[in-house]
């Protein structure tokens, strides 16, 4: 029995630095709050508790004062920043750069067509998608599939963006689908694709580690967007793939009669983690390395 880890799987760059500004201040000061869960992970959310870090949210945040709050990856609307600044919060901002750039961009293309809908391909209440919501007053069109193209005035300019952990494979069929439509109006259809390249890139080379090995073991939260994405890809590819969130969720008649297991995970998904699952693998069949 051969077990893998795929090696470019776990953590992207922004949840690295979300974590490593958490664990620095944590080693400092031994406490940190910080607003909504830092990563769609609850098993790397409780180690860092045990360190002293304390998840709280919005309404937590307006009656807080003089006190240090992390902004996760996932961004921050406007009214946080005014908040902290109102309550005298320092806030030490995590939010990841390729976000923040779709914050500018979503923000931008709401002041200069103010004529346009802004359509985002996202998960309606994900914090990312509040984040982008709050650059634009919450005027947007949040659409999940096809069915929700109805919400959508064709005969209007349409500015169409996606979260960024998105499907690149659904962002396209989707601006297709909104370009067909449009078109039958004669109106213009601007088209941004603001999916992570981190995320985007993992998919192909999924696809690759997924059909190299008989059984695959998805190691992610269950609240995370981008684990559902990249588990799909590996369930489309490789039947024989399941969704564990950890090593208590293996079954052992996965693994009976076959040779080889890949372990991957979502970019909120640690090493360790992933490591535990393998660790375990191998006890269930009573294997060594």
Known sequence: MTVT???????????????????????????????????????????LKQKGLRIINHEDLSRLRDCKVLIRAHGEPPETYQTALANNIELLDASCPVVLKLQQRFRAASEAMPDAQLVLLGTPGHAEVNGLMGQVQHQAIIITGEEDLEKIDFSKPVAFFSQTTKSTEKFYRLKALIEERAAAYG???????????????????LRQFAAAHEVILFVSGPKSSNGKVLYAVCKQVNPNSYFVTGPEDVQEDWLIGRNSVGICGATSTPLWLMQQVRRSVLDRLGETD
């Not at 760059?13 to 400092?28: C, H, K, N, S, T």
């Not at 031994?30 to 409780?46: A, K, M, P, R, S």
């Not at 601007?190 to 080379?205: F, K, L, M």
């Open 5 to 47: 880890i795929d090696p470019g799987s776990g953590f992207c760059f922004g949840v690295v630095y979300a974590i490593q500004m958490a664990e620095d201040e944590l080693e400092a000061s031994g406490q940190l709050y910080c607003l909504g869960d830092i990563v769609h992970n609850d098993v790397e959310v409780q180690r």
């Open 187 to 205: 109106t213009p259809v601007t088209a941004n694709d603001t999916i992570c390249r981190q995320v985007s890139n993992r998919e192909p080379q």
